[in-house]
């Protein structure tokens, strides 16, 4: 039986790159939510992992080092989809769309050690989200298709502030429980698989989950403050766009386009206890700017991404691909939280058809980081500077194709 690509299916060679183009991007973007599978034709299948591996550093206010803050994580993502009929398909997808995982080391400003215990600042955050879809396809030639369907999302988080520069701040802990909420998906597109042609785009929503903030702030305690308190407040995960398009440039090659637009400008994460506190504590300084508001994590600007990759056969079961990004970040100076302002990435892929049907694909990309100053949301205060900073992503998918 041949195991021969045709042009449509070349676009698989890039899928385990698509998958880890985006893990440690703007704010707390990991997977980039990929949206190219939900106007795919047929019966499809995919398990897919990737792995990131940074390299983040810098020196503090006083010229401390900052040492490998940035914590290695691994990314899973899943999906299926089938046609009902020639009009109607569904499927379910499952990806991990934001978070952080940070822990700054050695002697500096987000650092201490008591009774001989090393303290540092630290940061875990997670997502899950499960994407139900339901296509239809129109028009005589099924050219057009529209789809969406319902997001569950699960978040949850864990916090700890530590340095004796940080003031009220020091010793503050955060958890998040875990936390249901949902949002939709929704998109259009345009396929004419005869010359490999599709141009989509996928608009996610944003979701509001009404989250338990368990906070703990010792140093607030002595001041006459509330120290330790757990209320439920809203915490509103971004909406974000998401294009693709790709075209065939002949009978064995395939270009391909994605872009991305998140609105981070609008995210904030304010802990009801710490707002309070850091709030009195501010205002009752003499001299002091008088302020309303003070947030755990926030972004100055929007985040765009655009990636451009060629797909290339190189035999009737092998494709390669490469790829060169961009990503903006979401303003300078940015969050301890993820020190670096957006990336320019290039990257390698390969795609091997074991069957007609089941496919093996590979990828790796370098991204070099942003130069970024660190400023904490609540109080202002500069902390560092992070520069020269790198990081490596590695990936692989398990993917059934079949009309």
Excluded at 83 to 99: C, H, I
Excluded at 268 to 288: C, E, K, M, Y
Excluded at 342 to 363: C, D, E, I, M
Aim: hydrophobic share 40%.
């Amino acid at each position: 039986m041949s195991k021969v690509f045709t042009l449509s299916q070349l676009t698989c060679a890039l899928a385990a790159l698509s998958l880890t183009s985006l893990a440690g991007a703007s704010g707390l973007d990991r997977s980039g939510q990929p949206s190219e599978d939900f106007s795919a034709s047929g019966t499809l299948a995919y398990v897919s992992a990737y792995h990131l591996s940074p390299d983040v550093s810098g020196v503090d206010v006083t010229g401390r080092k900052v040492d490998s803050l940035a914590e290695e994580y691994e990314g899973y993502g899943y999906g299926v989809k089938t046609d009902v009929n020639d009009k109607v398909s569904v499927g379910v997808f499952y990806d991990q769309p934001f978070g952080a995982a940070v822990s700054f080391e050695g002697d500096n400003l987000l650092t201490k050690t008591t009774n001989g215990q090393f303290m540092p600042t630290s940061a875990d955050v997670s997502t899950d989200n499960f994407t139900g879809m339901l296509g239809l396809n129109l028009g005589a030639n099924n050219n057009f298709k529209v789809y969406g369907g319902p997001v569950l999302q699960k978040i949850e988080g864990d916090v700890k502030l530590n340095g004796t520069a940080l003031s009220i701040l020091d010793g503050y802990t955060l958890n998040i429980a875990k936390n249901d909420a949902y949002g939709y998906m929704a998109g259009v597109a345009y396929v004419k698989p005869e010359i490999g042609l599709k141009a989509a785009i996928t608009y996610r929503s944003e979701i509001d989950h009404d989250v338990n903030y368990a906070e703990s702030m010792p140093i607030a305690g002595a001041l006459g403050l509330t120290a330790a308190q757990t209320k439920e407040a809203e915490l509103t995960t971004p909406k974000s766009v998401n294009i693709d398009f790709q075209t065939g440039l002949n009978a064995t090659t395939l270009l391909t386009a994605k872009a991305r637009w998140v609105p981070w400008s609008d995210f904030v994460i304010a802990p009801p206890l710490l707002n309070d506190n850091v709030v009195i504590a501010n205002n009752s300084q003499p001299g002091a700017v008088r302020i309303d508001k003070a947030n755990l994590l926030q972004y100055s600007d929007d985040a765009y991404m655009v990636e451009v990759g060629l797909g290339k056969r190189l035999t009737p079961a092998l494709a390669v691909s490469g790829s060169i990004g961009w990503d903006s970040g979401a303003g300078n100076p940015v969050s301890p939280l993820g020190p670096t302002e957006g990336y320019y990435s290039v990257g390698l892929g390969a795609k091997y058809n074991v069957t007609p049907a089941w496919s093996v694909s590979a990828g790796a990309k370098y991204l070099m980081l942003g130069d970024a100053d660190g400023v904490l949301a609540a109080s202002g205060s500069k902390i560092g500077t992070f520069e020269d900073n790198d990081a490596y992503l590695f990936g692989m998918k398990l993917a059934y194709q079949a009309k």
